[in-house]
């Protein structure tokens, strides 16, 4: 871990393992898969768990790598946060925030800020060619 807010990826390895595993991991379909870590405890006379696990890290599968010697094999993962490939879903819209609040005006008129005329002082700015006629309010002259 880094004190960093960065979705860091994740390399797990499998050591030890018979190499006749090694076809299986080699054919299975495993890229884009989930992947989830979990931190439980285990009750050591039962092997029980005490309580319910509780997730430390999800992601997808990426790349895989294997290595054999002396007849042990050895899987390295490596897995993509979750947050790494989660596409961005909002937008400053007044349709999104609708989708949200309900009867929240907040982005109604963010389509006239292209075409807003401010006034300040003597001078006149201006960003885009026209004002729609269509707003609740009329700059002054």
Same mark, same amino acid.
């Given at each position: 871990?880094?004190?960093?807010?960065i979705?860091?990826?994740?390399?797990?390895?499998?050591?030890g393992?018979?190499?006749?595993?090694?076809?299986?991991?080699?054919?299975?379909?495993?890229q884009?898969?989930?992947?989830?870590?979990?931190?439980?405890?285990?009750?050591?006379? !039962?092997?029980? $768990?005490v309580?319910? /696990?509780?997730?430390?890290? %999800?992601? *997808?599968?990426?790349?895989? +790598?294997? &290595?054999?010697?002396?007849g042990?094999? !050895?899987?390295? $993962?490596?897995?993509? /946060?979750?947050?790494?490939? %989660?596409? *961005?879903?909002?937008?400053? +819209?007044? &349709?999104?925030?609708?989708?949200a609040?309900?009867?929240?005006?907040?982005?109604?008129?963010?389509?006239?800020?292209?075409?807003?005329?401010?006034?300040?002082?003597?001078?006149?700015?201006?960003?885009?060619?026209?004002?729609?006629?269509n707003?609740?309010?009329?700059?002054?002259?």
């Amino acid at each position: 871990e880094d004190i960093d807010v960065i979705a860091r990826p994740l390399r797990m390895t499998l050591s030890g393992i018979d190499s006749s595993l090694i076809t299986t991991a080699m054919t299975e379909e495993y890229q884009g898969r989930s992947a989830t870590i979990y931190l439980a405890f285990v009750n050591p006379e !039962t092997n029980a $768990l005490v309580d319910t /696990p509780e997730t430390v890290w %999800e992601g *997808r599968m990426d790349s895989m +790598s294997i &290595e054999i010697s002396r007849g042990q094999a !050895t899987i390295n $993962l490596s897995c993509e /946060p979750r947050l790494r490939r %989660e596409p *961005r879903i909002a937008r400053y +819209s007044s &349709e999104d925030q609708q989708l949200a609040y309900a009867t929240d005006t907040f982005f109604d008129l963010v389509m006239t800020i292209p075409t807003f005329k401010g006034f300040w002082g003597a001078r006149t700015s201006q960003y885009g060619n026209q004002f729609p006629a269509n707003l609740p309010w009329q700059p002054r002259d």
